[in-house]
């Protein structure tokens, strides 16, 4: 089985730095996405990581490591429109299955 | 536009009354997917599908049914939808299966369904 920790909630300042941390358990890992999702709307993809170290991609930056089942994701510059939630997810080895965390609501607050 | 589009966006039904919500993709993606994301729960897979005429069982399967007689559509079946079947569900869809690649899933906009 899989199981997958996130903190709730999170708040921070426009034009900080945020981490938001994930770690997990699975019986079989092939990949971590995170997604980004606004209130009532659909997750966007923001990152994949499937080998361990930092993957950087503008103001976001997602980091893994398999040995300790952790990662996390950075956000730079925190802007207003970041405010949302964000999923972290494990890929398994059947198929494209991902198991979701219960995600983590950020606030950006002025 | 490449997109995933779900039908109905909002319902409000009863209880035991079937429904179908439509899911539809136009990317010729072979992986098709339903979850529902409910508060404290996160998303949770329903069920999947690898290609047409695949289908298989996610993490919460039970009081629901799936068919993908064609690739670019997978509709969501309550055959009798219970309360506890209130929530928003997502389809998502994305290029394969394949393991080897990131293969990100794209996700349409959402379905509120209530059942009363």
């Known amino acids: 089985g899989q199981n997958i920790d996130q903190p709730t909630e999170m708040t921070a300042t426009e034009g900080a730095i945020v981490q938001i941390n994930c770690t997990y358990q699975t019986s079989g890992f092939n990949g971590l996405f995170w997604y980004q999702q606004h209130a009532g709307e659909a997750p966007t993809f923001l990152s994949y990581n499937v080998l361990d170290g930092l993957e950087e991609k503008g103001r976001f930056s997602s980091f893994l490591s398999r040995s300790k089942g952790y990662s996390y994701l950075l956000l730079k510059e925190l802007q207003m429109k970041d405010s949302a939630s964000y999923l972290c997810a494990t890929r398994g080895y059947a198929g494209n299955m991902l198991t979701f965390g219960g995600g983590t609501r950020l606030m950006v607050k002025p | 536009e490449a997109q995933v589009t779900q039908n109905p966006r909002y319902l409000i039904t009863v209880t035991g009354k079937k429904l179908t919500v439509t899911c539809s993709q136009n990317m010729n993606h072979e992986y098709m997917s339903w979850y529902r994301q409910d508060p404290g729960l996160g998303l949770r897979q329903i069920y999947y599908?690898?290609?047409?005429?695949?289908?298989d069982k996610g993490d919460v399967p039970e009081g629901y049914k799936v068919s993908r007689k064609e690739k670019r559509n997978f509709p969501l079946i309550l055959e009798s939808p219970s309360p506890n079947q209130t929530s928003l569900y997502f389809c998502a869809s994305s290029l394969s299966a394949a393991e080897s690649s990131y293969n990100e899933q794209f996700f349409g906009p959402g379905t509120r369904l209530t059942v009363l």
């Open positions: 599908s690898m290609n047409v005429e695949v289908t």
